[in-house]
């Protein structure tokens, strides 16, 4: 099913772009092993040679296409953004180059060279940002367990994400699938995260329960956050 799905959209990737199509390929958990049919999302990067208003007209339903089947529409770059943006989205392609899957054209992410010196501000930056939207829609969601369950199992990919970074940041051995990141971050701030844990367990049930005890599992949750967010402003700033 992940195959035929990718495969579908390679084939409109080709005749929409034709040669200016560089390269289309698969990064995060679907390419880590991590991949959950129900939870996870696809995330592609489609390269092209160049990027006018033209390709986006082009873009526009394949992308349609491709969210219609769950999956957040494709990360679209031209080449030259690819290489000089590395200082910028440093995250986001240090995972790259630690897994990816290229599904078509050349390997443009395997030679290139990471700029760390905003690394540490990124993943510090994305906590905080990522940590205070959730208090802003948990804070909507208090009296709607339901609605409170799925905030928390939707956001904790997330911030699993981000953790491996603080994980990468502080010198630590990287994980990549969620359970062990929160395993090793547990070791690493030396404090116990049990409702990550408990959201996880969560997540892996397609049928969810909650209860009136909901609310106290988010408080637990933002508490955790909170100490991940202290433990990656605590490290050395040249990191």
């Not at 990816?100 to 050349?106: E, H, I, P």
């Not at 804070?139 to 709607?144: D, N, R, V």
Request: hydrophobic residues 40%; glycine residues 4%.
């Amino acid at each position: 099913m992940l195959d035929q799905k990718l495969t579908a959209l390679v084939d409109r990737l080709k005749p929409a772009f034709g040669d200016r199509l560089v390269s289309a390929i698969l990064y995060g958990s679907a390419a880590v092993g991590d991949y959950n049919e129900h939870r996870s999302d696809l995330n592609i990067l489609c390269v092209l040679s160049q990027l006018s208003p033209h390709e986006l007209v082009q873009s526009q339903p394949i992308f349609r296409w491709w969210r219609e089947q769950g999956n957040p529409p494709p990360l679209l770059l031209s080449e030259e953004e690819v290489r000089t943006s590395t200082d910028s989205f440093p995250m986001e392609f240090h995972d790259m180059q630690e897994h990816r899957r290229v599904l078509y054209g050349k390997d443009v992410i395997a030679d290139l060279i990471i700029d760390r010196s905003f690394y540490r501000a990124q993943v510090e930056h994305e906590l905080r940002a990522k940590q205070i939207r959730l208090r802003q829609k948990g804070a909507e969601a208090l009296s709607h367990p339901e609605r409170l369950v799925n905030l928390m199992t939707e956001s904790i990919s997330t911030f699993c994400v981000l953790g491996r970074h603080a994980l990468i940041l502080s010198g630590n051995t990287p994980r990549w699938k969620k359970a062990e990141i929160v395993t090793a971050l547990e070791d690493a701030m030396k404090r116990s995260l049990g409702a990550f844990n408990e959201i996880l367990a969560m997540r892996a049930v397609r049928k969810q329960k909650w209860s009136d005890d909901t609310a106290s599992l988010f408080g637990a949750y933002l508490k955790e956050i909170d100490s991940l967010v202290r433990f990656v402003d605590s490290l050395d700033r040249s990191s």
